[in-house]
């Protein structure tokens, strides 16, 4: 079995903190504060873009290398669970519907 | 807090539980390959519990186990952990309005049980800050029965998943739910021109730096798509910064 260690907690209790910090960021402070233009700006677009840079590389690639084959369930899965969610505004639906693309994809054909 | 009698006794709580039972499915499959995926990537049963029961935040936590497996800096993991919750500080500008009336401990853990659809449905249902002693209790008893849904589809999904981690075989590749819910998070934040775009140009860069040490390529990704967007903000025509 894994060991559990000291060093990993303490990761797992700063990790926790970073949630509460961000959850609560503008209101953990009782006086009404503003960031700097720039920061604020930068907050238009930071959001979307941390996302999507953890989701493109789950999606296209494979141990660390752009996928070479189009027969991946993933690739059909993503932009179809996309479209289902533009379509109706449910993530619940996107997750449902991109699972019903990749499982048969995935398991069926081994894709 | 969906322990307190003022709370779940109100009958906002019971509308927001219902509102947000639909959802919990797609949470619990969320949180079932979260469980999974601690496991399996080689973290001990404690240290994926521990996980699940204090971080509360799914993306932060898919992307931090590589770093930690991998023994990556503290505050390198840290970093990454605030960059994919960055969302969360746009989220809690809007929300401040709503939380003002609490005294702080009271604000710190609504907003920590808060997360992205329980703000969703929260900002959908209350359009406006509510100004009365009446009002601010309808809406924390309607959070809080937002949350205590999440909260617990997610934990029961993840001590499940944790359980069950050496069960279900790696290769079902049911792990896929998670980022499928992610995809659904990033489309309801990408709703202006400008932010699709950025969307693009950080998916591109993230694939591109991927060699990159560390997970840097995040970081990369955010510092690129927000550059460009700061050029075409200038440049671009006034509507693709409307929402659509």
Redesign the interface.
């Given at each position: 079995?894994?060991?559990?260690d000291l060093?990993?907690?303490?990761?797992?209790?700063?990790?926790?903190a970073?949630?509460?910090?961000?959850?609560?960021?503008?209101?953990?402070l009782?006086k009404?504060w503003t960031l700097p233009g720039w920061a604020d700006?930068?907050?238009?677009?930071?959001?979307?873009?941390?996302?999507?840079?953890?989701?493109?590389?789950?999606?296209?690639?494979q141990s660390?290398q752009?996928i070479a084959t189009w027969r991946d369930?993933?690739l059909f899965?993503?932009p179809i669970?996309?479209a289902l969610?533009?379509w109706r505004?449910?993530?619940?639906l996107?997750?449902?519907g991109?699972?019903a693309v990749?499982?048969p994809l995935?398991?069926g054909l081994g894709w | 807090m969906f322990f307190q009698r003022a709370n779940y006794t109100h009958p906002a709580f019971k509308e927001a539980a219902r509102d947000m039972l639909p959802l919990a499915t797609g949470i619990s499959a969320w949180g079932l390959m979260t469980g999974v995926a601690m496991v399996k990537s080689g973290m001990s049963v404690v240290e994926a519990l521990a996980m699940t029961f204090l971080v509360y935040a799914g993306s932060s936590q898919l992307a931090a186990i590589p770093l930690i497996v991998a023994g990556a800096p503290w505050w390198i993991i840290l970093a990454t952990g605030f960059c994919v919750n960055l969302r969360f500080v746009v989220f809690s500008l809007h929300l401040r309005p709503y939380m003002m009336h609490m005294p702080r401990w009271r604000r710190m853990l609504n907003g920590y049980l808060t997360a992205d659809m329980s703000y969703a449905m929260f900002t959908k249902r209350f359009a406006h800050p509510g100004s009365t002693p009446t009002q601010w209790r309808e809406e924390e008893a309607f959070l809080s029965g937002n949350y205590f849904v999440t909260w617990t589809s997610w934990m029961a999904s993840g001590v499940a998943g944790i359980v069950l981690g050496n069960l279900v075989p790696a290769s079902w590749g049911l792990g896929f739910a998670g980022v499928l819910c992610l995809i659904g998070i990033l489309c309801s934040l990408a709703n202006t021109p400008l932010r699709k775009l950025s969307a693009l140009v950080a998916g591109g860069a993230a694939v591109a730096a991927y060699s990159f040490p560390l997970k840097l390529n995040i970081v990369i990704a955010i510092i690129s798509a927000v550059a460009v967007s700061f050029w075409l903000e200038r440049r671009g025509p006034v509507a693709w910064k409307k929402a659509t």
């Open positions: 079995m894994n060991g559990t060093w990993t907690m303490l990761v797992i209790v700063g990790l926790a970073v949630t509460v910090l961000t959850r609560c960021f503008f209101f953990i009782d009404p700006r930068a907050l238009q677009y930071a959001p979307v873009a941390a996302l999507a840079g953890v989701i493109a590389p789950e999606i296209v690639m660390g752009l369930a993933r899965a993503a669970g996309a969610f533009f505004r449910s993530v619940l996107t997750i449902g991109g699972m990749y499982l995935h398991l | -």
